[in-house]
């Protein structure tokens, strides 16, 4: 089942603006993880952010999380055209007997148009 | 280069068929996922082995089963197959404290093909 809903679907942008994607949940998060695809490759992680943090940046990337609206939002400024994937929040939530799960989103499919 | 490695990474087979996915996890990662992904239902959990134990159960079929063996490598068993299998399996691995506080490093990728 989907935890995340990632928001839009499909984003295309030109090279130089920013790229912002939003991903909402439905439980309580012990962390929220964005991953990157490339077309047909491995998912590459990107950012990770504990639920008691609000805002992270790592590089050109800037994610918000809001756990009272069970939100957050990734940021991708200064867009390049190798930034082109999809992007998937992740949310990982305690799942019983010391383990916890990871789960996905559908994505969002990011263009960028040189 | 994650780490990770699977094979194969094509595979094309028929309904009722069946196949068994590897994967080796990165040095010293002793958690292993495996994740069902295709078009209409994205990212779909299946199943974690820590140190060799099933850890955790996810939307994994009674066709579908898996395995670590002591040297942490897993192997995925798709039996019975049917065209709604066609789709890629991804492993995924993480050290000891695992998602709680890090990320998981995934692998290329076995594409399955159910004709």
């Known amino acids: 089942s989907q935890q995340g809903e990632e928001d839009p679907q499909a984003l295309s942008i030109q090279e130089g603006e920013n790229a912002t994607m939003n991903c909402s949940y439905k439980t309580s998060i012990n962390n929220l993880q964005w991953y990157r695809q490339n077309s047909g490759r491995g998912l590459v992680h990107l950012i990770l952010i504990r639920s008691n943090e609000r805002e992270k940046h790592s590089g050109r990337l800037r994610v918000t999380l809001d756990t009272s609206k069970k939100s957050s939002s990734l940021l991708i400024t200064a867009s390049r055209a190798a930034d082109t994937a999809s992007y998937f929040c992740a949310t990982a939530s305690y799942s019983g007997a010391g383990s916890y799960q990871l789960t996905f989103g559908k994505g969002t499919k990011l263009s960028v148009i040189p | 280069d994650s780490g990770v490695t699977q094979t194969p990474k094509h595979l094309i087979t028929a309904t009722g068929q069946r196949v068994t996915l590897r994967c080796s996890p990165r040095?010293?990662?002793?958690?292993v996922y495996w994740y069902q992904q295709s078009l209409d239902q994205g990212l779909q959990f299946l199943i974690q082995y820590y140190n060799g134990e099933e850890r955790a159960k996810g939307n994994i079929l009674e066709r579908f089963s898996a395995q670590q063996f002591p040297d942490l490598h897993s192997e995925l068993n798709l039996s019975s197959l049917e065209l709604g299998d066609s789709a890629l399996y991804f492993c995924a691995s993480s050290p000891l404290t695992g998602i709680r506080t890090g990320e998981l490093f995934f692998g290329e990728g076995s594409r399955l093909t159910v004709l």
């Open positions: 040095s010293g990662d002793l958690s």
